[in-house]
């Protein structure tokens, strides 16, 4: 697989999207007092990372229509409101709010780089890792809900 010039940059700015949320998610797993939040964020860096994965291996040349691309599975949040003290929770709100904005700016990276990408087969990778993005955002939207931290 041969990339475009704009197609390697693109990749390397979502590597680097996708290298910051790692980071965050690992923090603020740590970070949290609410174990469900610890389990949520976890759970996320762990799709993240598989992120990673796919984008250092479209960079490398390979060819990952082979099944190396994430699924776009759904999972939703199940959770219970927090039992945490007051000013914990406001902390978890925090995090909580920090990672949906985060999600939601990789997400829209993903969605120009879908437009930029002339292969099918990469363009529905990059929309299987954008559709995981969205769903990670719901389920940091519902844990805010459950919790009455959201202030849409």
Do not use: W
Not at 95 to 118: G, N
Request: aromatic share 8%; proline share 3%; with cysteine.
């Amino acid at each position: 697989m041969i990339l475009t010039q704009k197609e390697t940059d693109l990749l390397k700015d979502l590597k680097s999207q996708e290298q910051l949320c790692i980071e965050k998610y690992t923090k603020y797993q740590s970070d949290a007092c609410d174990p469900t939040l610890k389990q949520l964020f976890g759970g996320i860096l762990t799709t993240e990372q598989k992120h990673l994965q796919t984008v250092n291996d479209l960079l490398s040349g390979k060819d990952v229509s082979t099944g190396t691309a994430p699924s776009a599975t759904s999972q939703t949040f199940n959770g219970s409101p927090s039992s945490c003290s007051s000013e914990a929770k406001k902390n978890d709100g925090y995090l909580c709010r920090d990672a949906l904005a985060m999600e939601k700016h990789v997400s829209s990276m993903y969605d120009v780089s879908i437009f930029e990408f002339s292969c099918p087969s990469l363009r529905d990778t990059l929309a299987h890792i954008q559709k995981e993005e969205q769903n990670h955002g719901q389920q940091l939207y519902a844990y805010l809900s459950t919790n009455g931290m959201y202030e849409g």
